[in-house]
């Protein structure tokens, strides 16, 4: 019995997944349908609307963006997974070295516990709700909201980790169960939004977007930004690699295209559905979005309550948790790769933590527009290091899996190769106000270019 349970619990965090451990493209589906229709759905749809996204631009511009995603998934995390069957934390050490790698692994954790900790007060902005306790949102990142919620986001972060810390396999079985009923809610909200909208007197998406930008200031998201967006706002899972800890439970290809139910019905109907809840209360009742500052803040439970009542309290709260999950449980494998002789749980509950204390700044949710870009330039650049030294490497005449196969624990290369493109990235967002969404993919590029020069000039011969 003792050695049954350990088998179920063993993530296999430093070898490859056996064969008696590989899933059916189910577990695939249904996780990803989880995360992606989820909480930051409630957040980024809304944002759309306050940065001036046309409803035209943004229907079509969602569409090919999320394609494009999809395919980046099934075609440049996939085949990876599935033939090196590690995580990307394990991978990545073979390739870099111990020693190199731990700087990534606590970045990478500690990014992923601040996007869980915006799904914390996602969640907890819907448990407050019927209890009168709203979030304000201040100005500066550092500043917590009221005494109560804070309170509220403490009790749903310990219950987000504790499911986090049981693996994988739980992750899975809840995403599973949930969201079919989430994607049915986020139709009802959209339809009820829309109803709402043009009953009495038509109040037009046009509309909505003139009340926020004269309360926020003017703002413009034009086509091109809505399709870039849409594809690399997850850089970090797909052009990061990090979906690699995910997919190498696979058991074929076909699990690949997975994604795509989350991006068409989460980064799709539900962003759009998302910003029409936004839109009617602007209608039916202004007042409630307007912080104390007279701006527009989206509160995602506030919203979700004034469309469909409890089921979108319950919604809201299970959203976040979806969201949240998964990514805690990447966050913990991220830091048991800086101490490999750690628990898997520990690390969990460690990230666990770190995302609940994130989750008591409500700034950040706010900000998420920016954010995924930010942490897509940061971490998405390795996952050319990973992509390189798969398909690569031998091609150019070197080794890969570099610190593998010769016993060492540090690889300049990759850390060198990985922290210049990084540096001009957060220069060119911080100090020219570049839209960091924009710099995943020449970030990425750049890394891999300098991977394979500086390995040519650090490695012995093959």
Avoid at 247 to 262: L, T
Wanted: charged share 10%; glycine share 10%; net charge positive.
């Amino acid at each position: 019995m003792a050695e049954t349970q350990k088998e179920s619990t063993n993530e296999y965090e430093r070898t490859p997944v056996p064969d008696k451990a590989l899933k059916g493209p189910g577990k695939f589906w249904g996780m990803y349908a989880g995360e992606h229709t989820a909480g930051t759905e409630f957040m980024i749809g809304p944002l759309f609307l306050a940065a001036g996204a046309s409803i035209q631009n943004l229907v079509v511009g969602l569409l090919l963006g999320n394609i494009l995603a999809t395919l980046t998934w099934r075609f440049l995390v996939t085949p990876i997974a599935i033939r090196k069957r590690l995580t990307l934390y394990y991978q990545l050490e073979r390739i870099a070295g111990g020693n190199a790698v731990k700087l990534y692994n606590f970045v990478n954790g500690l990014l992923f516990c601040f996007l869980a900790g915006a799904m914390v007060t996602v969640s907890a902005s819907a448990v407050g709700v019927p209890f009168g306790i709203t979030f304000d949102v201040p100005e500066n990142w550092y500043e917590l909201s009221t005494p109560a919620f804070t309170i509220i986001v403490l009790i749903v972060g310990a219950v987000i980790a504790a499911i986090a810390c049981r693996g994988y396999e739980t992750v899975a079985r809840v995403a599973n169960i949930a969201a079919p009923w989430m994607i049915i809610v986020f139709a009802a909200c959209g339809l009820v939004s829309y109803a709402q909208m043009s009953s009495g007197t038509p109040y037009t998406w046009d509309d909505a977007i003139a009340f926020i930008q004269d309360k926020n200031g003017a703002d413009d998201f034009g086509f091109w930004k809505i399709v870039v967006f849409a594809w690399l706002c997850n850089g970090a899972m797909h052009f990061g690699m990090a979906d690699l800890s995910v997919f190498r439970f696979a058991r074929n290809k076909s699990s690949g295209w997975a994604p795509a139910i989350g991006m068409f019905l989460g980064h799709y109907v539900a962003w759009i559905c998302a910003a029409l809840l936004l839109a009617a209360m602007l209608k039916v009742n202004p007042d409630a979005t307007l912080g104390p500052d007279g701006k527009v803040i989206a509160n995602p439970g506030l919203l979700a309550w004034q469309a469909i009542g409890w089921t979108g309290i319950v919604c809201v709260v299970i959203a976040g948790w979806t969201t949240a999950n998964p990514t805690i449980y990447r966050a913990g494998l991220a830091f048991q790769g800086m101490f490999p002789k750690s628990k898997r749980t520990v690390m969990t509950l460690i990230a666990g933590l770190i995302a609940t204390i994130a989750g008591a700044f409500p700034t950040l949710s706010a900000q998420l527009l920016g954010f995924v870009g930010t942490y897509g330039t940061i971490l998405g650049p390795m996952g050319a290091v990973i992509f390189v030294d798969f398909w690569l490497m031998k091609r150019f005449g070197l080794r890969n899996e570099y610190a593998e196969t010769t016993g060492s624990s540090f690889n300049p290369a990759v850390l060198i190769a990985w922290l210049l493109p990084v540096a001009v990235g957060l220069f060119l967002i911080f100090q020219k106000g570049v839209f960091a969404i924009y710099l995943v993919i020449p970030c990425w590029i750049a890394c891999g270019l300098l991977y394979i020069i500086l390995s040519k000039l650090t490695q012995k011969k093959a």
